[in-house]
Structures are given as structure tokens and as C-alpha cells.
């Protein structure tokens, strides 16, 4: 059997790994770190850190590299190919490294259950009969660390959040009966779609990292701002990950 631990680290800062996450790591026979495109070698220096500072016995740690989403074509077919993909990386891994069973543990940028698929592609590893038993052990998530980062609250007094995706909100619009909508997984821009009189926007990018940036305002001022500071991050480091609270005012 594979004992999979589902790691939850944070968005960048070593600082914020849980003592659980230290102690899962460490439980862990085997983790296994995935490589991305060039431009994202940030994301996978931040976790080798994170092992070499916080793994303090015997774990082997393996890189592997991760396959590359289509772009074109339906996206949610895309996606779902794409999971079958790594689930055979991670199945390829696993017979390799640990062919008699043990613990496996990954390193989940965020939480593994906020707009994570860590899970799902796990789902496909017992849907080929292996026999795997999954631990999760949550993490700091980027909406936690972009409300800390602003020093604001998640929701307005007694009201709801609607946490939802840039591709959502560019083809719906502001969720019905929302005070305020959380956006992740934004390509960019997508509040540019929805009406900005009377909405606050906080914005950030590389939250937890060293080159964090941070825009807050109401949304018609800052906007635009915030469109050409994440056009110049993403050339400056070939790379972004981003994410925003949006609110409006109390009528």
C-alpha cells in the first residue's frame, strides 16, 4: 500500500510550513518534487529549500518532470487529459522508488483543497486499483496570505465570500448575492468584465515570496494599474501567480 500525504506549504515562505507539514515531511519515505518550464524554476527552488532545510533524516527526495496542459481545444478536456498525465508520472514514480509500498508525500503549493487538483489525480491512481490511502494536511492558502498581506478581513460583517475563477467571472459576471468574490486562477484581468462603480479591489502577486507585490483600491482607479504592474512582473520573471478579493459597497 502507498501512504500518499497531501502537504499543504504555503505561497512561498518556508515561514509559514506548519509543524504538521515539518513532521509529514519527514514521515515521508519518499517525496516527490515536479519540475516545470524554465520560467517557473522559482516554484521548484522554493521547495528544494524548504527539504533541504526542513528534511532531517532519511526521506528521498526525487524531481520529475511535470507534463505540459494543451492550449488548445476545450479546456476542461484539456485539463482532464492533462491529469491523467501526471497521475502515469506519479504511477511511474511510485514503481520506481518505493515498488513495495511506504509513505509518499507532495508538496502542495497553497492548500490542497482550494483550487488544488492534487486530489482528483489522486482519485485516478485508485481508479487503476492501486492501493493508496491519502492524508491531507492543509496548508496556508493564498487567499489567506493575500487578506493578511492587506491586513483585511476575508468577508464584510455577517456576509458571504464567493470564491471563484477568472474564467467564471469573465463569462458570468459578479456572482448573484455576493458582498464580496475572491478570484483565483485568473489569466488576467478578468474583473476588467464586470462594472467597477462602487468595488474595492486587493490585489496580489508572488504572495509569500520575495518578489510579492500588492495593489488595493477601488477597482476603476486601480484597474488599469494593476493590468500593467502584472504585464511587467510576468515579463520580468516569466512567470505569475496572482489572486484578488473584490468587494462591494454596502448599499
Not at 509529514?24 to 519518499?30: C, E, G, P, R
Not at 470564491?163 to 469573465?170: A, D, E, F, S
Amino acid at each position: 500500500m502507498i501512504a500518499l500525504t497531501l502537504i499543504g506549504i504555503g505561497t512561498g515562505d518556508p515561514a509559514q510550513l506548519t509543524l504538521a507539514a515539518i513532521r509529514a515531511m519527514n514521515a515521508a519515505d519518499l517525496i516527490l518534487l515536479p519540475r516545470k518550464s524554465e520560467e517557473k524554476s522559482d516554484l521548484i527552488a522554493v521547495r528544494r529549500q524548504m527539504c533541504a532545510d526542513m528534511l532531517d533524516g532519511s526521506t528521498k527526495v526525487v524531481e520529475f518532470d511535470l507534463p505540459v496542459r494543451r492550449s488548445e481545444g476545450d479546456y476542461l478536456e484539456a485539463v482532464s487529459d492533462w491529469h491523467d498525465a501526471i497521475a502515469q508520472c506519479w504511477a511511474a514514480q511510485i514503481a520506481k522508488h518505493l515498488p513495495d509500498g511506504g509513505k509518499l508525500a507532495l508538496l502542495v503549493w497553497g492548500d490542497p483543497s482550494l483550487y488544488d487538483s492534487t486530489l482528483r489525480i489522486a482519485d485516478r491512481l485508485r481508479a487503476q486499483s492501486m492501493d493508496l490511502n491519502v492524508t491531507v494536511v492543509p496548508g496556508i492558502s493564498s487567499l489567506q496570505a493575500l487578506t493578511a498581506a492587506h491586513a483585511i478581513p476575508l468577508n464584510a460583517l455577517a456576509e458571504p465570500v464567493v470564491i471563484t475563477t477568472g474564467r467564471q467571472l469573465r463569462d458570468h459576471g459578479w456572482p448573484a448575492q455576493a458582498d464580496s468574490v475572491a478570484v483565483m486562477l485568473d489569466g488576467g484581468g478578468a474583473f476588467q468584465a464586470i462594472d467597477p462603480a462602487g468595488v474595492t479591489i486587493w490585489w496580489g502577486a508572488y504572495l509569500g515570496m520575495a518578489q510579492q507585490a500588492l495593489i488595493a483600491g477601488a477597482l476603476g482607479k486601480v484597474g488599469p494599474h494593476i493590468i500593467a504592474e502584472r504585464a511587467a512582473l510576468r515579463a520580468r520573471h516569466g512567470w505569475i501567480m496572482d489572486v484578488y478579493l473584490m468587494r462591494k459597497e454596502a448599499k
